[in-house]
């Protein structure tokens, strides 16, 4: 008996002790991680701007998207049924965000790739507002909201990246 309740204790603060300094060791390349992560972001340039300065810059309806996480209605953007050769920039502050050759027709309305063009071009995180559970996509280089990314895009990476047209500028190859 004793050696039994000896055994059940004993065994799972032995793999408790066990598995505390290999969560430990862990901390420090994540933190490296982390350092490079930041060091990169740094190169890019990142603009930052108050709420008024961003109100000077913008129009009423780009300020609403992109600073405010606002939705333009479907089919009313300009991109959406958009086809021509070219790369598709952030409204705010120009950082190159998305290439044409991964546009598709998604048949929502709104402008729809499958990936960003580059690492520096989007960042995401979980949006919870509106009762949904939800991936936003910001523009990595000033934090401008440009959408959302869902799973259910083409091959090759089953992604879908739902843009607003405001949140985008086109230019022509
Ligand atoms: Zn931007």
Request: charged letters at 20%; a negative charge; proline letters at 6%.
């Amino acid at each position: 008996m004793i050696v039994r309740v000896f055994k059940s204790y004993v065994i799972p603060i032995a793999l408790l002790l066990l598995c505390f300094p290999l969560a430990c060791s862990q901390i420090s390349p994540v933190n490296n991680d982390q350092y490079h992560e930041l060091e990169g972001e740094s190169m890019l340039d990142k603009v930052m701007k108050t709420d008024e300065e961003w109100r000077e810059v913008l129009t009423p309806q780009q300020y609403e998207i992109t600073r405010k996480k606002g939705t333009e209605p479907p089919f009313s953007g300009k991109y959406y049924d958009f086809k021509a050769n070219g790369l598709y920039k952030c409204v705010c502050c120009s950082n190159d965000l998305f290439d044409s050759d991964t546009k598709f027709d998604s048949g929502t309305g709104w402008p729809s790739f499958w990936a960003p063009m580059s690492e520096q071009s989007v960042e995401t995180s979980v949006d919870t507002s509106h009762g949904m559970v939800r991936v936003e996509v910001m523009c990595l280089r000033c934090g401008a909201h440009l959408g959302h990314m869902f799973d259910d895009g083409p091959q090759p990476t089953g992604l879908r990246y739902c843009i607003n047209s405001v949140a985008l500028d086109f230019v022509a190859n």
